[in-house]
């Protein structure tokens, strides 16, 4: 998943800075180890410049805000709605689509789960492998394989969302910290 898809799906919630963004993505996605912030900004910068989003005000804290525009909105609500599936690579962007889809109010990932299954876009790079015996043969069964992980694991989630264990949420209310994180060694000094 793109993160100009992520970003669209985050301001579906209504009208918020940079930050923030960063932050409903890093609690969205618990998967992904870390997001880089140069490149939500650069992409908010192209977002803007591309008329999907444009400033919204400022925050109390002076910081700018963003909020969709009709094409932003239009481009969201296409994917949300499975009508313009994001391209997955792998299982981290196939994690990025379901778990940023579930978790947006008003959001029926129902239609995006049924695409998802029926294209299983994660694209194989099958074309490069040799189309002699093993490999040809491997490279089948592993695209099966993977095809009903996929399966299987987008069945775990309906059963979930159904069961009311994934509850979809606005923008989390308590504000993000800014600045680097505290690497991993690092004390607080005395």
């Keep these: 998943m793109s993160v100009r898809d992520a970003i669209l799906g985050v301001l579906t919630l209504g009208p918020t800075y940079g930050h923030q963004i960063l ?25 803007a410049a591309s008329s999907h989003i444009r400033p919204a005000g400022i925050a109390p804290d002076k910081l700018p805000r963003y909020e969709l525009t009709a094409i932003g909105r239009d481009a969201a609500q ?5 009508e313009d599936v994001p391209v997955v690579r792998s299982w ?3 994690m990025d689509v379901v778990l940023l889809s579930c978790s947006l109010p008003g959001s029926d990932p129902s239609r995006l789960f049924e695409r998802l299954r029926s294209h299983d876009r994660v ?20 695209e099966e394989i993977h095809h009903a992980a996929v ?11 159904h069961s009311g264990g994934f509850p979809a949420h606005g923008l989390r209310e308590n504000r993000p910290g800014r600045g680097r994180r505290p690497s991993a060694g690092a004390r607080p000094s005395d």
Excluded: C, M
Aim: negative net charge.
């Design 123 to 142: 694209e194989t790079d099958a074309g490069e492998i040799s189309k002699v015996g093993v490999a040809q043969t491997l490279t089948k069964r592993a």
């Design 92 to 94: 981290d962007d196939l």
């Design 78 to 82: 296409k994917w949300l709605a499975g």
């Design 151 to 161: 399966s299987s694991w987008l069945t775990d989630v309906e059963a979930s969302i």
């Design 23 to 47: 932050f409903e993505l890093e609690t969205r996605l618990p998967h992904r180890a870390s997001i880089n912030p140069g490149q939500v900004y650069s992409t908010i910068a192209r977002l």
